[in-house]
């Protein structure tokens, strides 16, 4: 299945760097998310778009900036990380109610020297 | 506030031996519950999901069990393959909410010896 696509699949990054996190969905789904999964931990919710409006935020530090500019693309913007932010960091899309599946990117795995 | 607390955390079964994970929920409003099979390196997949108006969901070797008074839901693989070892998560949401925020359990491994 390739329709959540996230870029890149690695990235290596200095706390002082700036870097973004992209996520396309190719499924007409009109809700877009940010998890953070690290191990030994459940997935957490970061950011929740519908219909291109942000909707929810997590508690999420401000490090973490998330944009998105229409239903098919997610990014996240990253500034200043921490090295316990180094995790696998999941897009997902969904039609934009409750009871309707996610679905979910590859993922970027994120490591912060 | 919301929480999902899923049992056991690893699980190991032989070949043809049945697995059962389970999982309970905290906030009553919850009616949309789905299943996540995540692989080594791979994305969470959907394997199966229920709402709250069905006690109980099949889809071949995948069961879903629904308890709405006990707050508590469970899945059950039957006939387990070397191919079913992964991680499993479940959920819950609120159908209602228009977010489609999803609280997930801590996950469970589960190891199939062939």
């Known amino acids: 299945e390739t329709g959540v696509t996230q870029t890149p699949r690695h990235l290596v990054m200095g706390m002082t760097n700036k870097k973004s996190l992209k996520c396309e969905q190719h499924?007409?789904?009109?809700?877009m998310y940010w998890y953070k999964q690290s191990a030994k931990k459940p997935l957490e919710l970061m950011f929740v778009?519908?219909?291109?409006?942000?909707?929810e935020n997590n508690s999420v530090p401000s490090r973490f900036s998330p944009e998105c500019p229409n239903s098919s693309h997610l990014f996240l913007h990253l500034h200043t990380l921490q090295p316990e932010d180094s995790a696998l960091y999941l897009c997902?899309?969904?039609?934009?109610?409750?009871?309707?599946?996610?679905?979910f990117g590859d993922g970027t795995r994120l490591s912060i020297l | 506030g919301e929480n999902v607390e899923q049992h056991p955390s690893t699980l190991s079964v032989q070949e043809g031996d049945s697995a059962v994970i389970k999982c309970t929920y905290s906030?009553?409003?919850?009616?949309?519950f789905p299943w996540y099979k995540q692989e080594l390196g791979k994305r969470p997949q959907l394997i199966i999901d229920?709402?709250?108006?069905?006690g109980e969901k099949k889809d071949q070797r995948i069961a879903v069990t629904l308890n709405k008074t006990a707050k508590h839901f469970s899945l059950h693989i039957t006939e387990t393959q070397p191919e079913d070892s992964a991680v499993y998560f479940c959920?819950?949401?609120?159908?209602?909410?228009?977010?489609?925020?999803?609280?997930f359990g801590q996950g469970t491994t589960l190891q199939v010896k062939p």
């Open positions: 499924l007409g789904h009109n809700a």
């Open positions: 229920i709402r709250s108006n069905v």
């Open positions: 906030d009553s409003a919850s009616n949309y």
């Open positions: 959920a819950a949401s609120k159908g209602s909410s228009n977010t489609g925020k999803l609280i």
């Open positions: 778009y519908s219909l291109e409006e942000r909707v």
């Open positions: 997902a899309s969904s039609q934009s109610r409750g009871d309707q599946p996610q679905h």
